[in-house]
């Protein structure tokens, strides 16, 4: 079992930034892909970013390339998204998640169902 906690949502004004940071339970944390996936008011929930389980690998949807950034330090069994010049369109809860993935998926999935654990969310609102 693995527990995900989220932090560092909030207000942030037009052209701001946040760090939402995500901490893993257990001690194998750096056998798991990492993925940040968001839900909109009345939307669908819709990946963000995944990064491999060795931090060699990383994806993005195409609304948040430039802006956004994960990374994870797999000593402190964490998983982060740097996020700036926030737009309106980017608040949303924000949901961390994890997929066994040591030893197969090198890239790190896109797709919901391949997470196995999901943390409770984070709120991002954007606000002038």
């Known amino acids: 079992q693995v527990q995900l906690v989220e932090s560092g949502g909030g207000l942030v004004q037009a052209g701001g930034s946040l760090r939402l940071s995500c901490v893993a339970s257990g001690r194998t944390f750096s056998r798991y892909n990492m993925g940040w996936f968001r839900r909109a008011p009345g939307k669908e929930r819709e990946f963000v970013a995944a990064i491999s389980w060795s931090g060699g690998s990383t994806t993005y949807t195409n609304s948040v390339k430039v802006r956004f950034t994960i990374s994870r330090d797999n000593a402190k069994n964490t998983v982060y998204l740097q996020m700036n010049s926030l737009k309106p369109e980017d608040t949303a809860v924000y949901y961390c998640?994890?997929?066994?993935?040591?030893?197969?998926?090198?890239?790190?999935?896109?797709?919901?169902?391949?997470?196995?654990?999901w943390g409770q969310g984070t709120q991002v609102t954007w606000t002038q």
């Open positions: 998640a994890a997929d066994y993935a040591f030893g197969s998926r090198v890239v790190p999935s896109r797709t919901p169902d391949e997470y196995d654990y």
